[in-house]
């Protein structure tokens, strides 16, 4: 009697096509990259382009989120310290440029 061995190939074959979805996520740590940040124009925080800014609710110049709303009194009160405490720092270093370009043109 002559019994046909099953021939095993060297390397994995593979059973079932795997779909787009599949290779795609296989390979997604490839392509992945941290994420683009810019900063937020009123706080200065990083944040996702075209997106209001979490830190401070505002987006393209005008508050879209009253981010305080959900803040109890005491973290309120901090939140508002620290950007008022911005807010004059940004008002400072804008007097300032002015009169550095004035002085630099007189010079
Ligand atoms: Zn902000």
Redesign the pocket.
Known sequence: MIYIERVTTMGGVPKQRHTKSRRNKRRMHIFARAPILVR?P??G?P?LPHTV?S??G?YKGREVIDVLAKLTKKERKKREKEMKAKGKEEAETKKEKPLTWEELSKK
Request: charged residues 20%; contains cysteine.
């Open positions: 937020c009123k706080c925080k944040v800014c830190n401070c505002y």
